[in-house]
């Protein structure tokens, strides 16, 4: 049957099909308008969700944690836990001196964490803390913008940046200082006192995980050594070489005699319980990535994703009756067509592929034309910047601003859902066409 | 032998019914008849008599409830859907009563369209030309190529269909009512094409029709009466 389909000549079907759309133009322009509204709108939702995903991968990368992650606990006795790693100056050297692995690293930093409370006149708040050195991440600045303050004065001891969303809970403003307490590995609390110096813009929800300080305050409370850190943090070159480089740092590490901590794929401040119950003392190693260190925020995604497939599945569901009851009419109307071309010797397969072939050409034009549109409209809202004014939406977006992101792969995906669909709805009424006896077409009477 | 390669049509012991509703109609009753290569020949008898449905076997677009019919030598209730529309592509040519053209395609296209249906013919775009122009030539039409049907009269309409229906030089060519829709003298100018390429080409012409005037210029008469052949002549 396919076999006849492409021996013989499809020219004229495919102008037979051209010529049919064009002649029944009102209706052809109704459904394309329908397909093209269904690909502009999916393109957006699409956009909007990328947008998200890249803004989070961004933000998350920039603010949490590197690439990859070379943390860890140290363990003075069974029931403690500190996220440090001891004597990191000699892992740095070893992943730089290991030519496979350095190959593929942008940048490697370091940043103390910790993860404690911090106590305004009016109130207190507990989070996870970054101590940061800013003359090795100054791309910091460029990224956290400041709604009061000044960011770059993290450089100098004693000082702190905070964001919007603190500030608001803590009721504090730019000068004012706060208390930092921190539980020490001797299961006592050290404190603390730090100034606030720049008031951050909120980035949405990532936000609430974030006070930035001088990594040597942060050094002081938790009364750690000049060679300790909170985490290595490697920033690749390519992304998609993660895993790769995640198993070359595992092993260079392993083989250097390194204690590694079991896979465990959640960001480092909820694994404190566990390894706080483990009875092991000293230091493990914990090599975790970008997505495992935010995995407690994937859900905003998956919601994300969820929605943009509900909504989807909606629009298509809509396209296929469309296109279904399109097929239908132009059925109804060249009955007679059909059963004079079944007459002449079309075999049935060529009746189906000639109203596919319509269906496609008609819903491959509208959904260029709509992804085209969908596309151009999405990069012009994203250079518009425009304000996100709910808080709650800032916080669900994680963003302060629309940010839309238009990937070829979904692109292709859109064009690829819509044409599919499009085809699956003309099927059934394309397979009844071929299924009509040539006798009976022929004296159709509408 | 002789009997096999002279019959290109044999009609054995046809019948065929319709249901209409809970009636059944007997539209053919007990039909024999056989056919030869180059025969020129009407189904006359009044309305409701089963020319169109006896032209309909003939021409594989229906089939018998009872009875055999061998086309070509081939028994057509042994053949599946896919043999019989092969048979209808390399054997048969229908002129339909209302034309019956592709609306969308012009007057080249509409006549080339069967021999893109052929396997051996589909990717041939010279001999596919060559037999188009051939025959477009025959009906008068050459100069009128790029027209779309609507743009022609009832008689150049069934001058393409004739044009269709020789195009990929079938042993016969079925008309139901070719003259129906059309004026007499463009009805006898279409009847004169039809003799003139049965002449020429030893087609098999089979057309059903009314009209005396017409009945008189076929060579073979057979005239069916309440589904049943009341005669078969040979005309002199």
Not at chain 1, 281 to 299: A, C, N, P, V, Y
Not at chain 2, 6 to 34: F, M
Not at chain 2, 47 to 60: A, E, P, R, V
Request: aromatic share 8%; charged share 25%.
């Amino acid at each position: 049957m396919f076999k006849y389909m492409f021996k013989i000549n499809l020219s004229k079907i495919f102008l037979i099909s051209y010529r049919n759309i064009i002649k029944n133009r009102a209706r052809s322009a109704i459904l394309a308008i329908a397909i093209l509204l269904v690909t502009f709108i999916l393109t957006l939702v699409m956009a909007i969700t990328a947008g998200v995903d890249d803004n989070l991968t961004k933000t998350a990368s920039t603010l949490m944690s590197g690439d990859l992650n070379v943390g860890g606990f140290y363990k003075i006795s069974s029931s403690s836990a500190a996220p440090a790693v001891t004597e990191y100056t000699k892992i740095t050297s070893l992943i730089m001196n290991d030519p496979n692995i350095k190959s593929e690293i942008s940048k490697i930093v370091d940043r103390i964490r910790g993860y404690g409370r911090l106590i305004s006149d009016e109130t207190s708040m507990d989070m996870p803390l970054w101590g940061v050195d800013l003359r090795n991440e100054n791309y910091l600045s460029k990224i956290l913008k400041a709604h009061e303050g000044d960011f770059d004065r993290v450089i100098d001891k004693g000082n702190m940046a905070i964001f919007e969303y603190h500030a608001r809970k803590l009721k504090v403003k730019v000068g004012d200082v706060v208390t930092l307490s921190v539980p020490t590995q001797r299961n006592t609390n050290n404190t603390k006192d730090v100034k606030v110096v720049a008031i951050l813009k909120d980035i949405g929800f990532l936000s609430q995980f974030s006070v930035f300080l001088n990594s040597a305050d942060l050094r002081d409370v938790y009364q750690m050594k000049e060679n300790v850190t909170g985490v290595i943090m490697i920033y690749l070159k390519n992304l998609n070489k993660l895993k790769d480089v995640e198993n070359k740092v595992n092993k260079l590490l392993t083989d250097n005699n390194y204690k590694l901590m079991e896979k465990d794929q959640r960001p480092f401040f909820l694994k404190f319980d566990k390894v706080s119950s483990e009875p092991w003392r000293g230091q493990k190693i914990d090599i975790t990535t970008w997505e495992e260190e935010i995995s407690f925020l994937r859900w905003i995604i998956k919601i994300f994703n969820a929605l943009t497939m509900i909504f989807t599945v909606i629009l298509l569901v809509i396209i296929a009756f469309g296109i279904m009851n399109a097929v239908m009419i132009a059925i109804k109307e060249r009955t007679i067509e059909i059963g004079t071309l079944r007459a002449i010797g079309m075999q049935k397969i060529m009746v189906i592929k000639m109203f596919l072939l319509e269906a496609f050409l008609l819903s491959a034009t509208a959904s260029i034309l709509g992804i085209t549109l969908g596309a151009v409209v999405a990069l012009f809202l994203n250079i518009l910047h425009i304000p996100i004014m709910s808080e709650a939406f800032r916080s669900f977006l994680l963003s302060n601003e629309l940010i839309l992101s238009v990937r070829i792969d979904n692109i292709l995906l859109s064009f690829f859902i819509v044409v599919i669909v499009t085809m699956l709805g003309a099927i059934y009424p394309s397979y009844r066409a071929s299924k009509l006896k040539p006798i009976v077409a022929i004296n159709h009477i509408d | 032998m002789t009997n096999l390669i002279s019959n290109l049509i044999s009609v054995e012991n046809v019948c065929k019914d319709y249901k209409l509703g809970a009636v059944t109609v007997n539209a053919l009753k007990e039909i024999n008849i056989k056919i030869s290569i180059g025969e020129f020949m009407t189904i006359a008898g009044p309305s409701g008599s089963g020319k169109t449905t006896l032209l309909n076997l003939i021409g594989c677009v229906d089939v018998p409830t009872e009875g055999e019919l061998v086309i070509d030598g081939k028994g057509i209730s042994r053949l599946s859907d896919k043999e019989l529309t092969e048979l209808r592509l390399n054997t048969i040519g229908f002129i339909f009563q209302t034309f019956n053209l592709i609306p969308v395609l012009n007057v080249y296209d509409n006549v080339e369209f069967p021999l893109l249906l052929k396997n051996d013919l589909s990717k041939n775009k010279k001999e596919r030309k060559e037999r188009v122009m051939y025959f477009l030539d025959k009906v008068g039409l050459a100069d009128h190529l790029n027209h779309r049907p609507s743009e022609l009269s009832g008689g150049q309409r069934q001058r393409v269909a004739i044009a269709r229906a020789l195009v990929s030089k079938p042993k016969i060519v079925l008309a139901d009512e070719p003259t129906a829709n059309l004026d007499s003298e463009t009805g006898q100018n279409i009847i004169d094409l039809m003799k003139k390429i049965n002449r020429e080409d030893h087609t098999t012409f089979i057309f059903s029709t009314h009209d005396t005037s017409i009945i008189k210029q076929a060579q073979r008469v057979v005239v069916l009466k309440d589904g049943h052949i009341s005669s078969d002549e040979m005309m002199k």
